[in-house]
């Protein structure tokens, strides 16, 4: 009965390689988001969906791609990843109308 | 420009009393929302709280309580009967939502990290 859902929990990965994190959410919220955590424990939104459209793209290299296929997935794929990269990325959805996020349990990625 | 401000980065409070944790916020919008997250050591993020900037009664969920001053711009969280359990980061956010116009804006606090000592 997980309400967010992501894969893989831990990602470790080479420098230039690409890979992707997958998320799902069973709550039927028609917003989705990514947001990155850095080792200070800042979060930062990357992307927010609504309706499997993008409402919210702040300023993040275009390597990193969001896909949703449908309202319940959100899927992130990041290309030629680099060292800064590493941080947790946690996706999160919430009601479109008020209220707040349910998160994911977190990706930590690891680029070496 | 919005903001959220969370002056403690870090508290040590004794088992069994409240504690209050400071958030304040800075935004010209008159729709938005307010919300408290914890983040455990294990690393999940977990929902708490939310009011709503239309809300006349402060909220409350069990042992939190948000204690919303609209017109100081204040919303700060407090749990009462502080146990182990609640040792763990805590955000402060606020959500603007304005779907018209296309514009969902969150932004999250620094963070306070609590410890309750036994």
């Known amino acids: 009965d997980t309400a967010v859902s992501q894969t893989p929990k831990y990602l470790v990965t080479q420098m230039g390689n690409d890979k992707s994190i997958k998320c799902e959410q069973n709550?039927?919220?028609?917003?989705m988001y990514w947001y990155k955590q850095d080792s200070k424990k800042f979060l930062k939104i990357m992307f927010s969906?609504?309706?499997?459209?993008?409402?919210i793209n702040e300023t993040v290299p275009n390597r990193f791609s969001p896909k949703s296929p449908d309202k319940a997935h959100l899927n992130l794929h990041i290309n030629s990843l680099e060292l800064g990269d590493s941080a947790v990325y946690f996706c999160?959805?919430?009601?479109?109308?008020?209220?707040?996020?349910?998160f994911g349990p977190g990706t930590r990625l690891t680029v070496l | 420009a919005q903001k959220i401000t969370q002056t403690q980065p870090g508290m040590f409070v004794q088992e069994k009393e409240a504690v209050t944790l400071d958030c304040t916020y800075d935004t010209s919008d008159q729709s938005y929302g307010l919300f408290w997250y914890k983040q455990p050591s294990s690393g999940e993020m977990i929902f708490l709280i939310y009011?709503?900037?239309?809300?006349?009664q402060n909220a409350t969920e069990g042992r939190y309580s948000l204690n919303f001053q609209k017109a100081r711009k204040s919303a700060n969280l407090v749990i009462s009967a502080s146990q182990l359990g609640d040792s763990a980061m805590y955000f402060c956010?606020?959500?603007?939502?304005?779907?018209?116009?296309?514009?969902?804006?969150?932004?999250f606090g620094k963070g306070t990290r609590l410890h309750i000592l036994p």
């Open positions: 999160a959805s919430s009601s479109s109308t008020a209220g707040g996020q349910y």
């Open positions: 009011q709503g900037s239309y809300d006349e």
């Open positions: 969906y609504n309706n499997k459209e993008l409402i």
């Open positions: 956010a606020m959500r603007h939502l304005m779907f018209m116009n296309r514009d969902d804006k969150i932004i």
């Open positions: 709550l039927g919220h028609d917003t």
